[in-house]
Every structure is written in C-alpha cells, then in structure tokens.
C-alpha cells in the first residue's frame, strides 16, 4: 500500500459541510491502489468508551494520472466528528487516524481525525443562481456604438480616452442579440472613469467613464437587463488606481503633509512622476506600470474607501456581481471586509476573484464565491487547441480542478477559454473550427460557470493585444459558428445535469483522443463523447437517444466530432 501517497486534511476541501448536517469526506491515494475505502464517523461528544463509529463507504469520484479521489458524502446527526478511515489494497488492510496508520483500533480520541463543529456561519455559501449562468463577457470599448455597430473610432472626453467608439447605450441596444445567443449573466471589463481605453487605470470609482457613457445609461442598461432576466456583473479594480488618481496626485503635490501618505504602498517621498523616465518607480504599482500606483488595502482609510465603492454600485444600481481584478494582490483582511459588506446589501451578490492559479486559498467561504478559471483554459488549450496531451492526461486534469475546491464552489467557478488579457482560442487551434467547436461544447458541458468573451461565437481570432481586443465583427461575423454557440447554449439551460457539480470520466484513454463523460442532476443524466482527432473511432455501443450530434454514424464517431445522448 503507498501509504505515502494518502492524503486528507480536515475542515479543507477534503471536509466540508454542504449543507445543514450534511459532510463531504475526501481521500485522496495513488491511482489504482486501493481497491476500498471505508469512512468511519462517531459523535465527538459520544459518553461511551470506544465512541460509536457509523461506517460509510466510499468511492473513486475522479482520478488524475498519478492519484484517485475517493469521496463520500454523509448525511450526519451530530455537529460535532470524529473520524477515520479503514483501507485496504486487496493484501493489506490498515485504519488511518490523524497522524498514523495502524492495523488495530484506538481508544484514545485524541487520534482521530476530527470536525470540531459544523458552524453554519464558516459553511461556504455561494448565490445558486451561479449553477444556471452562461456568462458573456463585453470589453465596452469593442463591443457596440448602436445596435449591431461599432465605429471603431477613438473617442475623448475630459482625460478619458476610448479606442474603438464602444459604448453602454451600445451594449443596451443590442441586449437582443444576448438573449437570441441564450446568455444569461452580462460581464462587463472596467465602465469606471479611467483614463486609457481599457479602464484599468481608474480615475474615478463612483461614476462611469464619459467615454463609455453616463450613470443614467448604465442605471438603464442594468435595468433593462433584470427585465430580460439578465444579471449584471462589473469589474473592480481595487488594487491600483490612476497616477492622476486624486489620493496621488495629492501626495505627489503634498508630499509628507498629504493626509493620503500612507494610502500607497511601500511608497517613497518625493514621487518620481511616471513622465520621468526612470525604469523602476520609488512607489509600488501593477507590475513595473508606473501609471498605476498600488493601493495599500491594509490602510483602513482605503479599506473603506474601496468597500463604500462596492457597496455604492450594489446599492445605487442594483448589480448582481464584482469579478475582482488582480484580486490575489491584495491582503486578505480587505477580501473578507468587502464580502461583509457587499453581501450585507444583497447576499446572492457574487464575488470573482482573478486568480490565474490554484486558488483555493480564496474559496473557502470568506472570500470568494469563484475565480477565473485560467487551468481551465489551460488544459483545454493542451488538448484541444495543441493536442500536446492525451484523453487521459486531459481528463486527470479536469478531475483534479474539481477536486481542488469545497463542492459547493464548483458550479460558480468562471470558466473560460478566452478573455481581454490572453490570446483568442480560435488562433490557438491555427483557425481550425473543428478543434475549437469541440472546446466549446466541452466548456458548455461541464461544471461551473461557462464565461464567452464578446466575438467568440463569431470567430473573432487575435494574439496580441489590439487584435484580441479588436471591434466585434457584427457585419461579417461567422453565422455558422454563432449557431453552434446558440445551440450549445440552449442544450446547456435545458438540461439540469449539464448544471449539475457531477462530472464522470467513463473513457479517457492514454495515446487516445477520445473522451467520453457522464454529467448527472436528480432523474437524468446525459452522456458526452468527443472525438478530438483526426481518425474515425467507435464508441461502446451506438447510442439510442441522441440529443445532438455531429460525424456520428451508428456506434461510428468521425473525426472532430460529438455525440451528447441521454441515457
């Protein structure tokens, strides 16, 4: 048995409620070695010497290339647990406590793995309107000047500046077009005044960029969107500001005697000005970007200040999310502050951290509800895009992102295969639609949120940075590839297993391109098989109730095909 491979740590995404009594037990071991896992749960609190143990067995839930996940969830009376587990290899059998292995049982409770008390308050609660969102993605510069248009000239009012002419009476006019494609949660990049066209650099946080438009056209935009039951989410930007931001241009004018001193991080008197020329700025920012200087979050003065702008634009405007720029820059203490106060105002507020990497230091509860989940991307991108892995590795992949986090995370997490800040996944595939329709149906296939950047579903191609964010080709976009996005969409919202956290691998095969899943919801479950190479394969068996199918003859798969069926 590779004991050194075992691995659970309580009160983690290992253990966790889900809800009122009801606790999910993880175990992760090395793939193909144990042939059973059985948990053992007693109440901590038990007045009886050895506590009553209430066995539960557990089962593989998702496996990797290299470990298994075993999982079971347990519906239990008490609040408190002691626990451990019994294992067994088919030779050699032994019992797991909280820091050994042994062969017999123990007495002393001090051993035992333990929940000390399932609080409702540290239980991990996410807005359920998360596990039925399509989210579409709008950088406002690119996206509309009026409906099904965009000037794609630059505009300047003030200090703001716009490079391609879009605007939020652009985005309103065109709402229709949202609803036709099927989404349901609108993501809009930073609308606060700003100077550079991208709005990073935000001058202003209680009032729009004149550039984009004014607060009476965004209060008509989110209006109009709750009336097509369309959510709303902004972009904050709370790590760095503008240099002409008015807390530095003060302590650049001031210096020592400005009351926002120490508002700015590791901070140096006298400020070297951006225009200077100097390689490194004496103050931290974004990056080396002197034009955006570093909040420090800590300062209690900022803390309110950014938190009164979070609840500003819940409270004045009704938005229904904040997706949370370089949010793993910024301390913890402001995080959990934010959260308090947004989610007093409106709980089903969500929270979207950006975390490029692992982050479950950030969803745990008092943080986040979700990040962006660039791994997503990133696998996808391996194995659909580069075909640099196997069904096998792919799937290992997806099963460790879902066993990264608490289960209650999972259908919130954004998942995306493009955004302002990357390369489009069509140029990844070199133009190949074929490769690049099978990413998207596996990202409209699988748990947590899916997230289309504005022009996906029109074939929008770029890789640097002007040509990714490029106009939205409203006048000679790809139709054919709008109506795949339409119907992959639509298949998603009507079907509740495709909305679900359960996601089984049934055939994920090494030096293999096809993939077969299972996506399960009370009363129904639905199978997908993708085939993402260039040779014919045969499934299984033909499959009887096909919902929607591509190069699918008999039990025949072709080449960059897909069949979804219902079982």
């Not at 479950?525 to 993708?530: G, K, N, P, Q, Y």
Request: hydrophobic content about 40%; charged content about 30%.
């Amino acid at each position: 048995m590779r004991k050194d491979a075992i691995v659970h740590l309580p009160m983690s995404e290992y253990c966790h409620a889900v809800s009122e009594k009801r606790i999910v037990f993880r175990l992760r071991a090395a793939r193909g070695d144990l042939a059973a896992c059985t948990l053992y749960y007693g109440d901590t609190a038990c007045r009886k010497t050895p506590i009553d143990f209430f066995p539960a067995p557990m089962y593989i839930v998702q496996q990797d290339e290299w470990h298994d996940w075993w999982e079971v969830e347990v519906d239990s009376p008490f609040h408190r647990l002691h626990y451990y587990f019994e294992l067994s290899d088919g030779v050699e059998k032994c019992l797991f406590y909280g820091d050994i292995f042994t062969d017999h049982l123990v007495d002393d409770r001090s051993e035992y793995f333990k929940l000390p008390f399932d609080h409702r308050a540290d239980r991990a609660v996410v807005p359920a309107w998360t596990r039925d969102a399509v989210v579409y993605n709008i950088f406002p510069d690119s996206f509309a000047t009026g409906r099904r248009f965009i000037s794609g000239a630059p505009t300047r009012v003030h200090s703001c500046e716009g490079l391609r002419g879009g605007t939020l009476r652009g985005v309103l006019e065109n709402l229709d077009y949202l609803a036709e494609l099927g989404v349901n949660c609108l993501y809009l990049n930073p609308i606060f005044a700003a100077g550079a066209y991208h709005k990073y650099d935000t001058l202003d946080y209680f009032h729009v960029d004149p550039a984009l438009g004014t607060d009476d056209d965004l209060r008509a935009l989110v209006e109009e969107c709750h009336a097509r039951d369309l959510r709303v989410m902004l972009d904050g930007v709370f790590n760095h500001c503008s240099w002409r931001f008015f807390a530095f241009e003060d302590v650049a004018r001031r210096g020592a005697s400005s009351p926002y001193r120490d508002w700015f991080y590791h901070l140096e008197l006298p400020i070297v000005r951006p225009e200077s020329g100097e390689p490194i700025p004496n103050y931290e920012c974004f990056g080396y970007e002197r034009t955006m200087p570093k909040f420090d979050t800590a300062n209690a003065q900022v803390r309110d200040y950014l938190c009164r702008v979070g609840e500003h634009w819940v409270r004045a405007f009704d938005i229904d999310g904040w997706r949370l720029d370089v949010a793993n820059e910024i301390d913890d203490g402001f995080w959990r502050e934010f959260r308090r106060r947004v989610k007093a105002l409106k709980p089903d507020c969500l929270l979207v951290g950006e975390v490029w990497e692992t982050a479950r230091h950030w969803l745990s509860g008092d943080m986040f509800d979700s990040t962006m989940n660039y791994d997503f991307r990133k696998h996808a991108r391996r194995f659909f895009a580069e075909e640099s892995i196997d069904a096998r590795a792919f799937a290992g992949r997806c099963g460790d992102m879902l066993m990264r986090y608490r289960r209650q995370m999972i259908p919130a997490q954004l998942n995306l295969l493009d955004s302002h800040d990357v390369s489009r996944f069509l140029s990844l595939c070199g133009g190949d639609l074929r490769r690049y329709r099978l990413a998207a149906l596996f990202q409209l296939t699988f748990p947590g949120m899916p997230s289309i950047f504005y022009g996906d579903e029109l074939g929008v191609m770029g890789v640097c940075e002007d040509e990714y964010r490029r106009e939205m080709p409203w006048a000679d976009g790809d139709a054919a590839l709008h109506e795949f996005f339409r119907r992959a969409i639509a298949l998603r919202r009507a079907h509740a297993a495709l909305r679900s956290d359960a996601f089984r691998v049934l055939r994920a095969e090494a030096g293999e391109r096809l993939l077969i899943y299972a996506r399960e919801a009370a009363g129904e479950r639905l199978t997908v098989a993708i085939n993402a190479g260039e040779q014919s394969v045969c499934l299984p068996q033909a499959p009887a109730d096909v919902l929607w199918a591509e190069g699918l003859e008999g039990a025949s798969l072709g080449a960059y095909s897909f069949a979804v069926c219902a079982d």
